[in-house]
Structures are given as C-alpha cells and as structure tokens.
C-alpha cells in the first residue's frame, strides 16, 4: 500500500510539474524565438522549426486571431454533409458540396482520413487563375548560416478548374460536361524563366474515383515530348526546385493511397497570416519565410504513410489548421525514418470575399541537401501577379487580388489581362 502511495505522489508531482512546464513554455506576442530559448519553445515548434531555429532563423511571436471557413462552405456541410458516406475504398458517397464530414469524432478510427478528405474541400474554389508565380531556389544556409539564391523561377500560370463541389458559379454544384469522370484538372504552364526551361509545363487530372491514380503530364520542349508522371514520381521535386507535386498546398496527392493516423491536437508557431501580397520575405539567413508574424495556431497532427513502395518519403506529418482545414505545415521523413524535407505555408485572408482565404507563400525546406525553395503567389518583380477566382463561363462573380492599391491601378499594372472584367479585382494593400 505504501509503494502504491509513494507512486500516486510522484505522478501527481510529475503532473503539476509538467504543468507548469507546458505554461512556461508558451510563447507571448513580440517574443523572439531563437537559438538561446529554442529548448523553452520546443512544444510549439514542428522538428523541422526546431531545426531552423538551431541554425539561426529566429521567429517573431504575433498574437493568435480567429479564421474561419468560407460562408458558402458552412452552408453547404450544413446542408449536405448528413447523407456523406466514406466508401470501402475510402472515396465518398453522396457527396455534393462543403465539408463531407460535419464533425470528426478524434475517438473515430477513420478520423484521420475523415480530416483529410475534409481538407481537400474546404477551401475549394470554382475555378482559379494565379498568374506570375514567382519561386527562388538555392542553398538553405551558406556561409555564416546565410541562406543563397542560386535560380530564379517565373511561371505564367496555375490554373485549376473543379467539377464537383462547386459553391460560386454555374453550373454548380457540378459540371455537367464532365465526361473524364475527373474532381478537378490543374495546369501550371508556361516556364518563362529558368531560360533553358522554358515553355516547360504540367498539366494534371484528378478522378473521383479514388481507386483511380491522377494522371499527370510534363510537357518537355527542348525536348518536344511529353512524358507521363506515375504517382510515384508526384512525390519527385521536379525542374531542379525542391517542391513536389504531392506536396502543393502542404498536400495534393489521393487521401485514399495513403493510411492515416490522427496523432493529437497541439500548438504551433506559423506564419499562418499575411496581411499584403505580394509577400515580404524576411532577412537573412532565413530569407525562404515571409515577413510575417509567427502566431500560435491550433493543429490536428496527422500522419500519413504512402501504400506505394516507390514513393519518395516513407510517411507525411502533416499539421492541419482546426478552423480552417488549411496545412500549416508538413514534415516529410525519407526511408530511415529521419527528417528530410518540410513545407510551410502563408494565407491572406483580409479582403477576401465570402470570409475565404487564399495561399500567397509556400517555402519547402530540404534540411538533408542544406536546399530550399520559396515561392510567392503572386510573384512582385514580373509585373504579371494577379490571384482570378470564380470566373465561371463569364466574366460576372471575377475577382482579382493584384498588387495595386486601387482597382484602377490593378487595370493599368495588369495589362496582359485586357479581357478580363477589372471592376471585381480586390486590392490587397491596405
């Protein structure tokens, strides 16, 4: 009886120290995390911040605010997500439109996927031009733990159109000419620069049967071939830049060639928020981040470990906003189980129609190779960035986030889009 006493007060000692611990560990607006409080921080940090963090990157604390999902997305999973069934093959049911799953139970053994089937419809567009991309790629610490630029990459558009799911624009909520039986199709196409890559472009399909692999080209014209992209060969950087396919958006690949693990809830540090595109890149040495605010957000860890043997990485943790389903970031580990790369990504959510928000920034950090690669979206030096969104078959619902202070100003600095209906672009400097 005495041992089982001595024992009750050692884990009740070892409770309230750890209490006490978890509440010193918190970092507070406007406090910097470095090198020399790395350790105090560490439960707030991702192991791919905590490795930055020891190589000299430092991370301004900003102060938590509330985001939401998109008002049309709320209306729909209220509407429809009652008669979503998740399918033996882990595709779904009846779906219509919004969230498929209203509520996750975190007890659910299928919880993780639930999570990230919600993920890929919860900020889902009609339809989406994002014109001059701009990316940097190059050494992730060079001398004195600087970071160097060594390619410059310019991409005249991403484009994504959805058939399913849609919220905003006729036809809705599907397609009716979708004879592909495809969810979405997505083109990044032309390359201006690398010069000696350009007119390179990727153009993918992506089925509703989630039995079915995404079919994926890479157009080649030095070349003038196009060669087809297995599933293996999504999760390979591609161009001689760091990011994967599978990896856009923090995750792009098929939810149901994967097996999912719900490993907690926790807090993390990022920088989850921009006010202003285009982006601001923070100083040396870790000039890959924006310049922005380090806030703690509240995340769903979730791992994810590929079926596929060929595929590049043996397992994703993927950390997933509770509020908004967008990926903070994810850690991507090779064959031996250890760190290897880690994509982290930047949303503006001000001046947003309909409450959304939409990615500005994403940086992958290749820790093992000492590389990485950041890109903005829209890009600031081609005079080309603009964000088109909703444009249906007309131009009625457009809206252009530009980089302009004014709608006109959007109109003279974005002349290479003359067709397009200027009165609905949102200027994103305030």
Avoid at 256 to 282: C, H, M, N, Q, Y
């Amino acid at each position: 009886m005495r041992y089982v006493q001595t024992f009750a007060m050692c884990a009740l000692w070892l409770m309230s120290e750890r209490i006490v611990l978890a509440e010193a560990e918190t970092p507070t607006a406007g406090t910097i995390v470095g090198k020399s409080n790395e350790s105090r921080f560490e439960a707030h940090l991702t192991p791919s911040l905590s490795w930055v963090v020891r190589h000299g990157g430092e991370l301004n604390v900003g102060t938590y605010r509330k985001a939401t999902l998109p008002r049309l997305t709320d209306e729909a999973t209220a509407r429809y997500s009652g008669a979503v069934k998740l399918a033996p093959t882990l595709g779904l049911e009846n779906y219509v439109a919004g969230l498929p799953f209203a509520t996750v139970e975190t007890s659910d053994l299928l919880a993780a996927t639930k999570l990230m089937l919600n993920f890929e419809r919860a900020n889902v567009v009609d339809d989406m031009d994002v014109t001059g991309i701009e990316c940097d790629t190059g050494t992730l610490l060079h001398e004195k733990d600087q970071a160097r630029s060594d390619r410059h990459y310019l991409l005249r558009h991403y484009q994504r159109l959805n058939f399913t799911g849609r919220l905003y624009t006729d036809k809705k909520p599907t397609l009716s000419s979708n004879t592909d039986g495809v969810w979405y199709k997505e083109a990044l196409y032309p390359l201006i620069e690398p010069f000696d890559q350009k007119g390179t472009g990727i153009y993918a399909f992506h089925y509703l049967a989630a039995d079915k692999a995404s079919d994926t080209w890479l157009y080649l014209p030095q070349l003038r071939r196009v060669r087809r992209l297995s599933s293996a060969e999504r999760s390979e950087a591609q161009l001689g830049q760091d990011i994967d396919l599978d990896s856009f958006g923090g995750f792009a690949g098929q939810v149901a060639t994967f097996e999912w693990k719900l490993l907690g809830e926790k807090s993390v540090l990022a920088p989850f928020r921009v006010d202003a595109i285009p982006v601001r890149w923070s100083s040396e040495p870790v000039n890959y981040f924006v310049d922005a605010a380090w806030e703690p957000r509240p995340v769903w860890m979730i791992e994810g470990k590929p079926r596929d043997s060929a595929y590049v990485y043996s397992k994703r943790v993927i950390y997933l906003d509770r509020e908004t389903y967008r990926i903070v970031s994810s850690d991507l580990y090779d064959n031996t189980g250890e760190l290897w790369k880690s994509w982290i990504g930047s949303y503006l959510f001000d001046r947003v129609p309909d409450g959304g928000n939409v990615i500005v920034s994403t940086a992958m950090i290749d820790v093992r190779a000492g590389k990485r690669t950041a890109c903005s979206m829209p890009g600031s030096t081609s005079g080309e960035g603009a964000y088109f969104l909703n444009e249906g078959d007309t131009s009625e619902g457009t809206y252009e986030v530009c980089q302009s202070t004014t709608p006109e100003g959007c109109e003279a600095n974005h002349p290479v889009h003359p067709d397009r209906d200027n009165s609905h672009r949102l200027p994103m400097r305030p």
